[in-house]
């Protein structure tokens, strides 16, 4: 392997405003507690497109200049004090959301409630870079011999399994609002864990066609009448018993809450840009649960992943497209778009 060099290549929001530019910047040095890594490949999530194009929530939480970038996968290079095990060569990825350690939450072991949570490409420089410190107790080894692409999604994968876990799917029928990369790796993780049927809606064909592949039991259009179609055509007329919703639009909540059985079933992990209408009578009368999740279970989830892609489940089967780094331009305008799955940026390649 060769010696870190001093200056690198990294994807910078270098103001207040539309866009990301490929700077020459220094390679960071780890601090106490902390691991440098080579970074590999990167994702381009939803998160990373509302930086680029600096929309409201942006605006309102990143601090530039800053490097975005969170989901990767990489190769330690240097170990700082006090990283217990990590050493140079590992391949790794990393949990994104920085928890505290000392709150309450995370010393209880549910790190993903930690109110003090600091995200990697947001509230810290990320991964767009050809180099990134991350805190050992954030990091995550993978075998070195699994696929690449397999490592780089872990992060929106555990979103994925994170949403597709809260309830028990044996024999039930599921409903998943947005077949974006998200919606799309939980398909295959529902039918691993014996949904009955799981069912997905998104107004894009495009995106439809990719649930089909990804193992969907059945596809439909957005909106509460597509989704009534569908579980009717299942054989059950009084809708699904589990919703997955995975799109953020803010009528999708909504079609979900119509369209579950009486004591049904909604994980929302979309975000909605704005606070959408509820009809909680409706909730109540009908004694649905409606649970938020977000992130990943540290290192809960983690493990189940690798479970889960040792018993051939992988978040790679969404990827669409690869771009260099030096594309970027070209890679965040088709990710913006809805006819791709999933697009990978590649750093650098394996043990150079
Ligand atoms: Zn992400
Ligand atoms: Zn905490």
Request: hydrophobic share 45%.
């Amino acid at each position: 392997m060769n010696a870190v060099p001093t200056t690198m290549a990294a994807l910078v929001k270098d103001h207040a405003g539309p866009g990301l530019e490929l700077r020459k910047v220094p390679v960071p040095r780890p601090a106490v507690g902390e691991v440098l890594v080579k970074i590999l490949r990167t994702g381009i999530c939803g998160t990373d497109l509302q930086i680029h194009r600096w929309s409201s929530w942006a605006q309102r939480t990143i601090d530039p200049p800053m490097i975005p970038g969170h989901e990767f996968v990489g190769e330690i290079v240097a170990a700082a004090a006090e990283t217990g095990g990590f050493v140079p060569g590992q391949l790794v990825g990393a949990e994104g959301h920085i928890v505290c350690g000392r709150c309450r939450h995370c010393r209880a072991g549910d790190g993903h409630l930690c109110p003090e949570t600091r995200g990697l490409g947001v509230g810290r420089d990320g991964v767009f870079a050809e180099y990134a410190t991350l805190p050992a107790t954030a990091v995550w080894r993978h075998p070195p011999d699994i696929d690449l692409d397999t490592a780089t999604m872990f992060d929106p994968f555990g979103n994925a399994v994170h949403a597709a876990t809260q309830f028990p799917v044996l024999d039930q029928t599921v409903a998943v609002t947005g077949a974006g990369p998200i919606g799309l790796m939980a398909i295959p993780v529902l039918q691993h864990l014996h949904a009955r049927a799981v069912v997905v809606a998104d107004p894009s064909e495009f995106r439809r066609d990719l649930a089909i592949k990804q193992g969907a039991s059945a596809v439909c259009l957005a909106g509460p009448e597509p989704l009534a179609s569908a579980a009717k055509e299942l054989g059950c007329p009084e809708g699904f018993d589990i919703g997955l919703e995975m799109s953020g639009h803010p009528d999708a909540l909504g079609a979900l809450l119509a369209t579950v059985a009486t004591g049904g079933r909604v994980a929302v992990l979309g975000l909605p840009a704005q606070a959408v209408r509820t009809d909680w009578a409706d909730i109540s009368t009908r004694m649905l649960t409606v649970q938020g999740v977000s992130g990943r279970r540290i290192f809960h989830t983690w493990h189940q992943m690798a479970a889960l892609v040792d018993a051939g489940i992988t978040p790679a089967s969404v990827v669409t497209h690869h771009f260099a780094h030096t594309d970027h331009a070209t890679a965040f305008d088709l990710a913006a778009s809805t006819s791709a799955g999933k697009l990978i940026l590649t750093w650098s390649e394996r043990g150079r």
